[in-house]
């Protein structure tokens, strides 16, 4: 049996306040106990003083494209999100040989930031073999993508993903499925993606057009769809704004994972929340896309979960998720900081199904957890890691050297 007890200034325990002068024991990967002080009446495990950092549960990245990040600096700011897209589209078949050779760069970088749980959007399941090799945990979505799949297709669609989602259903690297976006999927490929086991993922209220296409059936994203051949011309526009359409088909419940949420209103957030769907914010990629500015502040007074995801590559600088934080925290600085550090741990690993193993140091749970260095004298170390910290500050505490 390994035990190990590490000391530092703070520790981060995010179901609970943090404990100053703090330690955590770990027995064979697992937190065993945490507390605060040096304490005298237990075994005499080896110690590990950490000094001027922040022990804290290795951060959940919510919403990526590990896949895309072949695209890093070839996909230019747009000024709106179609454009973005058919910038990406036509961009992606130029490097498609070499996309699934820069996936354990993505996964590691990930790793080197701080993330212990990502959840992966793709394509293809070419990052599964990457992810199960590197030192980080996924939910991988497969995304379906196609308009025009009418209902028995989209059961024979789907039936391969579920026999692998039985495959995965636990372990490590967890697949799970997940629809593109309402102006992609169609209602039918919706619903049979739905009777798979959750938790499942879609990009939701994330653009103007998004609205436009389902409130009157035209639009760019209709524009592109009859370019490629994959608009239904049986298709009647539902005359629903996102979350009408959303539970439409079944999928406004506590299992969905929404992302973007640009374009959400009033009620339509209301909704959500009383659904206790969990809406997983992107901000700096939205900025490059072209998509808008979502209301973060206002998804956290109406009592929305929220989580926290970088996107991807092609449309983020980095992996980093103490850097979407910086972001998040500059659009809502009026969220206690407690609340932002939360959608970037437990919040996000409980919508990704991982919410007893991830995101908190409690008894009982994986010890995925990192070291941050921080300033002598922080006395309000939350608001710290709001900052935007760098990967140089940061270190796992399992490969710390223990004497």
Avoid at 26 to 55: F, H, K, N, Q
Avoid at 112 to 119: D, E, Q, S, Y
Avoid at 318 to 324: S, T
Wanted: charged letters at 20%; one cysteine or more.
């Amino acid at each position: 049996m390994s035990c190990t007890r590490y000391f530092a200034r703070w520790v981060l325990p995010i179901t609970s306040t943090p404990i100053k002068d703090g330690w955590v024991e770990i027995v064979d990967g697992t937190v065993s106990a945490i507390g605060a002080s040096r304490p005298v009446d237990s075994p005499d495990p080896s110690g590990v003083d950490l000094g001027e950092r922040v022990i804290m549960p290795g951060v959940v990245n919510a919403h990526t494209h590990l896949e895309l990040s072949g695209l890093h600096g070839r996909i230019p700011r747009a000024t709106s999100m179609p454009s973005w897209a058919r910038a990406v589209m036509d961009e992606r078949p130029n490097v498609a040989s070499s996309l699934a050779g820069r996936v354990p760069y993505a996964a590691s970088e990930c790793r080197r930031c701080g993330t212990a749980l990502v959840g992966d959007i793709a394509n293809t399941l070419d990052s599964l073999d990457t992810l199960r090799t590197e030192c980080i945990d996924a939910t991988l979505f497969h995304e379906f993508l196609g308009f025009d799949i009418e209902a028995a297709d989209a059961d024979n669609l789907v039936e391969p993903v579920s026999r692998q989602i039985a495959e995965q259903l636990n372990g490590r690297v967890q697949i799970r499925a997940a629809a593109h976006a309402p102006y992609s999927v169609s209602a039918e490929l919706f619903c049979a993606i739905g009777r798979l086991p959750g938790p499942r993922s879609v990009h939701l209220a994330e653009s103007e057009e998004e609205i436009e296409f389902l409130l009157s059936g035209g639009g760019p994203w209709r524009d592109i769809l009859e370019e490629r051949g994959r608009m239904s011309r049986a298709w009647v526009p539902p005359r629903l704004r996102p979350v009408e359409y959303l539970e439409s088909v079944g999928w406004l419940r506590d299992d969905t994972i929404a992302v973007h949420g640009v374009q959400l209103v009033g009620d339509e957030i209301n909704r959500l929340a009383q659904a206790r769907t969990t809406l997983v914010v992107c901000p700096r990629s939205n900025d490059w896309t072209g998509a808008g500015v979502p209301a973060i502040s206002e998804f956290y007074i109406r009592g929305l979960r929220v989580a926290i995801g970088t996107d991807s590559l092609a449309s983020a600088p980095d992996l980093n998720v103490f850097k979407e934080m910086s972001e998040v925290r500059r659009l809502a600085p009026d969220v206690p900081a407690a609340q932002l550090l939360e959608s970037a741990t437990i919040v996000g690993a409980q919508a990704l199904g991982r919410g007893r193993s991830h995101g908190a140091i409690e008894p009982g749970r994986q010890a995925a957890l990192i070291a941050v260095e921080i300033p002598t004298g922080i006395s309000d170390v939350e608001e710290y890691l709001l900052s935007g910290i760098e990967p140089c500050s940061i270190t796992w505490l399992e490969e710390v050297a223990v004497s």
